[in-house]
């Protein structure tokens, strides 16, 4: 019985390395035909920046950024980015230096998009709307438009 349990088992590691000698040419004609993002995550090697120039229909609407900063606090992104956005968990949003581009649009694609290292994409989850308020907010800060300024 031994020996039939050892044959069979020999046999399912065989078929399973004979599986693994390769991908057929097939499958990789199928892989180069997966579609291509059009607003890719970060910013794309060399000169240009992202592939489309996106523009925020809020801007400095006061009714946008305090709704932007409503919708900051009530999805909790001041558990990973602070109270005021100036940093914890996640990086600071005060800052002038990101990792991904500090234009609308790319912040626009970091909240929709997420981003490597524990930044969730809430495109999904989120309106394009929700997400340009929050994208006007999130520009408010450290300027006088800022609702809800923290305390000095």
Same mark, same amino acid.
């Given at each position: ?6 044959? @069979? ?5 065989? !078929? ?10 097939? +499958? @990789? ?31 400095? +609407?006061?009714? !946008? ?12 992104? /001041? ?9 914890? *968990? ?8 990101? @990792?991904?581009? /500090?234009?609308? $649009? ?5 909240? /929709?998009?997420?981003? !490597?290292?524990? *930044? ?17 907010? @999130? ?6 438009? $800022? ?6």
């Amino acid at each position: 019985m031994r020996a039939f349990v050892l044959v @069979i088992m020999a046999f399912l590691v065989a !078929a399973a390395a004979s599986g693994c000698r390769g991908r057929e040419p097939a +499958d @990789i004609a199928a892989a180069a035909a997966l579609p291509v993002m059009q607003n890719p995550v970060g910013p794309v090697p060399g000169p240009g920046g992202f592939v489309t120039q996106m523009r925020n229909p809020y801007g400095n +609407d006061a009714t !946008a950024l305090q709704q932007g900063r409503e919708l900051f606090v009530v999805m909790n992104c /001041s558990g990973c980015h602070g109270g005021h956005a100036g940093g914890g *968990m996640g990086p600071s949003l005060r800052d002038e230096d990101w @990792i991904y581009g /500090s234009r609308a $649009e790319n912040i626009y694609s970091s909240i /929709s998009q997420g981003r !490597a290292n524990g *930044m969730p994409a809430w495109g999904q989850r989120v309106t394009d709307r929700q997400i340009w308020q929050m994208v006007a907010y @999130i520009k408010s800060l450290g300027t006088p438009d $800022e609702p809800a300024r923290p305390r000095e």
